[in-house]
Every structure is written in structure tokens, then in C-alpha cells.
């Protein structure tokens, strides 16, 4: 393993060197790890923006930090009083990519599961919450859209899978 500064034109994120001895890790394969971000609190998920240029990881305080590729320098820190209130984790995040949109605004928006039963719709460059879908029967873990983002399915520790038309909702919230 290399403790290696990745330069900005790399894909990959560029690390904080990592401090562990070379057999901390078992590392099968052509693989290496080439470092470590270190969030500070446990991370429950993390997700690539589909164009590669930002990195977000969803914390067990139901913070949700967004990270610039090239540097990892701290783009954005979303967090609302609900959030601030129930202090539960994050449990899943997806980024709102409908495709044939030319409304640019539609690819700043990230959308995220708590524990707390919240399923929260981000601007994540007003660090805003578009809209939220409260059910605290379903407590969230993980969330999937169809091919056009019109719905979204949320399964979560109820054993049921509920599946939201969330085109409505949308096409009237964000224009």
C-alpha cells in the first residue's frame, strides 16, 4: 500500500496519508488503498455525484458533508432542525439525475434517508430542503428511483417496500 498524494487531474479523491502498517489491510487483487478521508464521526454511506465531481458521505449524527473530487476540500454541510432535533443517522443518499432535464438546478439535488423516518429532498448548493416525506413507520435504509425519477421506492425496517409518485411533488416544489 502507498501513502501517495493523488494529483487533481486523478478520478479518484486525494487523501489524508494513511497511518496504518502495511498488513492492517487485506487487500486481494490489483487494488490499492490510496488513503483515508477522515469525517470524524461514523459514516452509515456514501455516494459519488454521477459526474464524478463531488463526494458525499451521510453521518450517524444525520449530517450529510459534500466533498470536492480533486481536493476533498468541504463543499457543503447539510443539515436542517429536524435533522438537528432527532440526531439520527443517515442511511442512504442518492443524487437527483433525471436524464433529458435541461434544468441545470435538477442536478444539485441530493436525496437522503434517516433513521428517523425521514426522507429529505436537498439543494445542496443553498443548503435547502426542497421538501420532506415524514413516515415513521418505514424508518428508511434505502431508497431507489425509476428512469425517470418520477418513483421512488423506500424500503426500510417495516419489511415493506412503498413506492412514492414523486413526479407531482417535484414538478410543483422545484421549477
Given at each position: 500500500m502507498k501513502n501517495t498524494k493523488l494529483n487533481e487531474n486523478d478520478s479518484l479523491l486525494s487523501f489524508?496519508?494513511?497511518e496504518h502498517s502495511p498488513d492492517h489491510y487485506l487487500v486481494q487483487g490489483d487494488i490499492e488503498i490510496a488513503g483515508i478521508i477522515d469525517c470524524e464521526n461514523p459514516i452509515?454511506?456514501?455516494?459519488?455525484?454521477?459526474n464524478g465531481e463531488l463526494f458525499s458521505v451521510g453521518l450517524s449524527d444525520g449530517s450529510i458533508k459534500l466533498f470536492k473530487k480533486q481536493n476533498c476540500q468541504l463543499l457543503y454541510s447539510l443539515i436542517d432542525d429536524d435533522i438537528r432535533q432527532?440526531?439520527?443517522?443517515v442511511t442512504s443518499i442518492r443524487f437527483f439525475n433525471r436524464p433529458n432535464d435541461l434544468n441545470q438546478d435538477h442536478y444539485k439535488i441530493l436525496v437522503a434517508t434517516y433513521v428517523s423516518g425521514f426522507i429529505k429532498?436537498?439543494?445542496y448548493p443553498t443548503k435547502s430542503c426542497i421538501f420532506t416525506i415524514f413516515d415513521k413507520e418505514l424508518m428508511p435504509l434505502s431508497i431507489a428511483f425509476n428512469n425517470s425519477f418520477t418513483r421512488m421506492a423506500a424500503s426500510g425496517y417495516d419489511c415493506k417496500i412503498k413506492v412514492f409518485d414523486v413526479g407531482i411533488v417535484f414538478k410543483n416544489k422545484i421549477k
Open positions: 489524508k496519508p494513511d452509515h454511506c456514501c455516494k459519488f455525484h454521477p432527532k440526531r439520527l443517522p429532498y436537498w439543494h
